[in-house]
T-cell receptor, first 112, second 114 residues
Framework: TQLLEQSPQFLSIQEGENLTVYCNSS?????LQWYRQEPGEGPVLLVT?????EVKKLKRLTFQFGDARKDSSLHITAAQPGDTGLYLC????????????FGPGTRLSVLP | KAGVTQTPRYLIKTRGQQVTLSCSPI?????VSWYQQTPGQGLQFLFE???????NKGNFPGRFSGRQFSNSRSEMNVSTLELGDSALYLC?????????????FGPGTRLTVT
């Protein structure tokens, strides 16, 4: 069974600070996805990374897929209160035939 | 383009009853996946349907079942409800295989079992 771990579990920072959250596994994934979920809503896809070592940028968010395709990180520059939410990584499915799994999430709170 | 819709949004049931939840995917999407989200276990994959066939199934008991219709709409059924089934049930649709194509989530159905 492939599992995803995320750290930290909780993070509370001031507006303007930078932060990095991590997603790790002992399994290789064909791709990893990052989502953000706000209370009362379903997760919203932020990015999909598919190539080992890949780096993708989405405005102030930078996503990286590890060379071995077992881990990923999300870096937010100059965090804003609107970044507050539950950040989830997910992987599996696809051509590897793995079940699609989500990590437990990092709950981020950005204080004004 | 309309998003994924789920009905009902909220549901209260009693232990031992059964429940059916509905999901309408984004037009043109052929894959529908179901997830259970609880504070303790997080988001867990239930199953994925593609062109009316179950393609993948998570680690849930047989009380959880689903189906997909020819118009890609999907239903999920839980029989003999238990207190631990209280959760947010999320449906997601994608054009193709989960993990390969982007999936879009609905707002969820909040099920409370008393």
């Amino acid at each position: 069974t492939q599992l995803l771990e995320q750290s930290p579990q909780f993070l509370s920072i001031q507006e303007g600070e930078n932060l990095t959250v991590y997603c790790n596994s002992s399994s290789v994934f064909s791709s990893l996805q990052w989502y953000r979920q706000e209370p009362g809503e379903g997760p919203v896809l932020l990015v999909t990374v598919v190539t080992g070592g890949e780096v993708k940028k989405l405005k102030r968010l930078t996503f990286q897929f590890g060379d071995a395709r077992k881990d990923s990180s999300l870096h937010i520059t100059a965090a804003q209160p609107g970044d507050t939410g539950l950040y989830l990584c997910a992987g599996g499915g696809g051509n590897y035939g793995q079940n699609f799994v989500f990590g437990p999430g990092t709950r981020l709170s950005v204080l004004p | 383009k309309a998003g994924v819709t789920q009905t009902p949004r909220y549901l209260i049931k009693t232990r031992g009853q059964q429940v059916t939840l509905s999901c309408s995917p984004i037009s043109g999407h052929r894959s529908v996946s179901w997830y259970q989200q609880t504070p303790g276990q997080g988001l867990q994959f239930l199953f994925e349907y593609f062109s009316e066939t179950q393609r993948n199934k998570g680690n849930f008991p047989g009380r959880f079942s689903g189906r997909q219709f020819s118009n890609s709409r999907s239903e999920m059924n839980v029989s003999t409800l238990e207190l631990g089934d209280s959760a947010l049930y999320l449906c997601a649709s994608s054009w193709g295989m989960v993990g390969t194509y982007e999936q879009y989530f609905g707002p969820g159905t909040r099920l409370t079992v008393t």
